[in-house]
């Protein structure tokens, strides 16, 4: 017969593997193992940009790795609960910067609250999409022109006053989040047409009339000048290689240098040697494909097509409208990040100070990216959560 300290630690025993069951519960196992490369491929990049900030981004891993689970318990039903207060404090906040919002180099992004320093736009690109969703899905029956124009109402709101802070990268991703779910809850064709062929025209325009536009004291209508120059860079670096194209040239370079196989891990001489700007945060796939060459860019290129597959493949299988759109919208999303970051980094896209998705180094960035993955696993577990409870009660 057991002692009694013998069945106590069974039992023990027994709560603590209940309670690890229960928290890994809503893990999607797919997502789970792209996550977990994904990061530790971010580690090793970063253990090499820029040593010194390895503690500080296992810190941030913590907390990402913390948030990440939270959002996998919180279900789609209970998200969009939540989903018009978080909207609305988002707003708030946004507002609050505009009035009254701390200044650094000529933007105003930040919110003092004593303690610490807020930056409310990251919220947004989480809760635009959410509302949006939380919007769609409280329209019944067959969608009118004034409901879309209502959740593009809901959109631009966040986006334009992100982009007077100015903060013209955060303001594209947070409209790429909300137009994935206008696109996926079926925005006309006629509404859209109008965005694409404009975007096509300026860049017709840019090609053709580039080095005229970009004359010193050409004012270009609605973008600030240190915007204007960022694009000149981008179709001709070499105009101020010392200067304002000196980023662009150098991640080229790096981008360039790796060859198939790279220089090998800590062997990257712009990484290495300073030369490379902001390797450890916008530039960190300059440094990859030093180091690791083409075969890590590709392997990189991989783990992200593969997330992205894996995050549509969740959206297409629930039924739930408020779900399949937010899945769809962070998948997107995701890709939309690592697509600008990489144009931009290769030269095919302006500089607009976009992070790469969970490479880069920054807490902020990274605790969104895993509250989003999060979300997706939530979705995940809810879908199989019905089918299994469905199957139960089904007869024989």
Known sequence: MASRPARMNNSLLLKAGSAWRTLLAPLDRPLLLLT???????????????????????????VGVACLLAAAHVTPQRLRLVTPPLYAAGIALLIAVALFGDISKGAQRWLNLGFTRVQPSEILKIAAPLMLAWFYFHRDGALRHRDHLAAVGLLMLPVLLIAKQPDLGTAILVFLAGFFVLFLAGIPWKWIAPLVVGVLAIVVVLLLFGDSLCEKDRPWPLLREYQKHRVCTMLNPTSDPLGKGFHIIQAMIATGSGGVWG?????GTQTQLDFLPERHTDFIFAVLAEELGLVGALV???????????????????????????AGSL??????????????????????????????????????????????????????????????????
Do not use: E
Not at 340 to 365: C, D, I, Q, R
Not at 377 to 386: L, P, V, Y
């Open 331 to 396: 998948t997107l999303s995701i890709f939309s990040y690592a697509f600008v970051n990489m144009g931009m980094v290769t030269g095919m896209l302006p500089v607009v100070g976009v992070p790469l998705p969970f490479m880069s180094y920054g807490g902020t960035a990274l605790v969104i990216l895993c509250i989003s993955l999060g979300m997706l696993m939530s979705i995940a577990h809810d879908r199989n959560a019905g089918r299994a409870s469905k199957a139960a009660l089904s007869p024989g």
């Open 36 to 62: 977990v490369v994904l990061l530790a491929f971010a580690t090793l990049i970063i253990s090499s940009a820029s040593p010194q900030r390895i503690n500080a981004h296992l810190t941030n891993l913590a």
């Open 263 to 267: 220089k090998g891990w800590g062997l």
């Open 300 to 326: 990189l290129l991989a783990i992200y097509i593969l997330l992205v597959l894996r995050g549509m493949s969740i959206a297409l299988a629930t039924k739930d409208r408020f779900s399949r759109y937010l």
